[in-house]
C-alpha cells in the first residue's frame, strides 16, 4: 500500500522495559512527525524530521524518549524504562514538506501499554 | 502559545439533522487550518486544508470554512457513517507541525 504504516500496531510491556515503535512514511515524503494519542486527549507533538535538517525535539516530554530517522525513510521511537503514564496510542503521520503542501497523513498508530 | 480549542465535545445527531463544529484558535501567523476524521482505533484521515480567511471547501456532506478567529465544519444532511471523532489542526507560520484540538465525537443515530 502507499500509506504511512507503523508496527507493531499493539504492544505490551512491562514498567521498566524499553520498547522500539517503527513508522514506514509515504514515499517521497520528505517530512516525518511522531504524536501521542492519550484516551480522551488531543494529539500530542512529540518530534518532527524534515529531510537532513536536525530533527526538532521540542515535544519530547522527557531524556526516556529518543527518535531516528534514517535519511527520509524509516524512523524508530524508542521510549527507555517505560512508565505507565507512557501508555498510549503513537502515531507517525509524514507529509511532503513543502510550504504549501503540507497535508499530514498518518499511520494507524502504535498502541502502548505499559504494566 | 498556540492554541486549539473544538466545541461542542461531544454531539449527537439523528440522520438527516445538519450541524456545525467549531474550532477557535490562536495560533501565532496562522498558515494553514486542517480538518481530519478518526474512526476509533485509526489514525486521522486527513479532510481539508483552510490558508485564509472566507475561504471554503466541500467533500460530499462536509463543508469547512474559515474566518479569521474560528472555523467551522458544517455537516449537511448527514448519515450514519459519518460518525467519527472530527479534529482541527493549526499550523503556525514559523513551524511546520500542528496544534490539535481535542475534537468533537460525532454520533449520528438512523
Known amino acids: ?115 | 502559545e498556540d492554541q486549539v480549542t473544538q466545541s461542542p465535545e461531544a454531539l449527537r445527531l439523528q440522520e438527516g439533522e445538519s450541524s456545525s463544529l467549531n474550532c477557535s484558535y490562536t495560533v501565532s501567523g496562522l498558515r494553514g487550518l486542517f480538518w481530519y476524521r478518526q474512526d476509533p482505533g485509526k489514525g486521522p484521515e486527513f479532510l481539508f486544508t483552510l490558508y485564509s480567511a472566507g475561504e471554503e471547501k466541500e467533500k460530499e456532506r462536509l463543508k469547512a470554512t474559515l474566518t479569521k478567529k474560528e472555523s467551522f465544519l458544517h455537516i449537511t444532511a448527514p448519515k450514519p457513517e459519518d460518525s467519527a471523532t472530527y479534529l482541527c489542526a493549526g499550523e503556525n507560520s514559523g513551524y511546520s507541525t500542528l496544534t490539535f484540538g481535542k475534537g468533537t465525537m460525532l454520533l449520528v443515530s438512523p
Not at chain 1, 517503527?22 to 517530512?31: F, K, L, M, Q, V
Request: net charge neutral.
Open chain 1, 1 to 115: 500500500g502507499a500509506g504511512v504504516s507503523q508496527s507493531p500496531s499493539n504492544k505490551v510491556t512491562e514498567k521498566g522495559k524499553d520498547v522500539e515503535l517503527r513508522c514506514d512514511p509515504i514515499s517521497g515524503h520528505t517530512a516525518l512527525y511522531w504524536y501521542r494519542q492519550r484516551l480522551g486527549q488531543g494529539l500530542e507533538f512529540l518530534i518532527y524530521f524534515q529531510g537532513n535538517s536536525a530533527p526538532d525535539k521540542s515535544g519530547l516530554p522527557s531524556d526516556r524518549f529518543s527518535a531516528e530517522r534514517t535519511g527520509e525513510s524509516v524512523s524508530t521511537l524508542t521510549i527507555q524504562r517505560t512508565q505507565q503514564e507512557d501508555s498510549a496510542v503513537y502515531l507517525c503521520a509524514s507529509s511532503l514538506g513543502q510550504r504549501g503542501y503540507n497535508e499530514q497523513f498518518f499511520g494507524p498508530g502504535t498502541r502502548l501499554t505499559v504494566l
